[in-house]
């Protein structure tokens, strides 16, 4: 009954971008709505003017913004920061997808490596947050953030030797 579920949500996913690509949207612009003011008629004419002006602020022509000298021209910067402090690239599965046995070996391989990454991090974690936990005793922290960092500290030391022990394990088979 799921498998049908599925079928028929992949299906319906299936139609809407078929029916997206062939009916793209478009989008119209917005309607002014109507706004009734009672004024009188010597003041008609200032109230035109003036709403006129607004409009031409709010909404400026191609020639307005060319007659101003503004250049929209969008440019890439010079330099954009990096977010990683190392860029990594992604190792993308090169084998055959119908490979189960491979792709397995592929995704294995992966998790080992991030579970090595994650000894070594948690090496410089571990000393650091050591280091915060004694600043916070000297600072006087309430126990209840103290014991907090205890157990973050404690997790940590106790996930990264459940990882040596596995990967000591492997090595040990192999």
Known sequence: MK????ALMVLFSAAVVIHLQTHPIRLAPAKKAPVS????KKDVHDQQALTSTLEKQAHPTIEQIENAGIKAIITTPDYIAPIAKQPQQAKRFT??????KAYQTYHQAQQTEL??????????KI?????????????G?????????????A????????????????????
Request: hydrophobic share 45%; proline share 0%.
């Open 127 to 139: 000393a650091t947050l050591e280091s915060l936990l004694e600043r916070g005793k000297q600072a």
């Open 37 to 40: 003011v009672e004024v009188e």
């Open 155 to 174: 997790a940590l030391k106790t996930m990264q030797a459940e990882l040596i022990a596995k990967h000591n394990e492997k090595s040990r088979l192999r």
């Open 115 to 124: 579970e090595l990454r994650f000894i070594d991090a948690a090496e410089s």
């Open 95 to 100: 084998g055959d997808l119908n490979d189960h």
């Open 141 to 153: 922290l309430s126990e209840d953030k103290l014991n907090e960092a205890v157990g973050k500290i």
């Open 3 to 6: 498998w049908l579920a599925l």
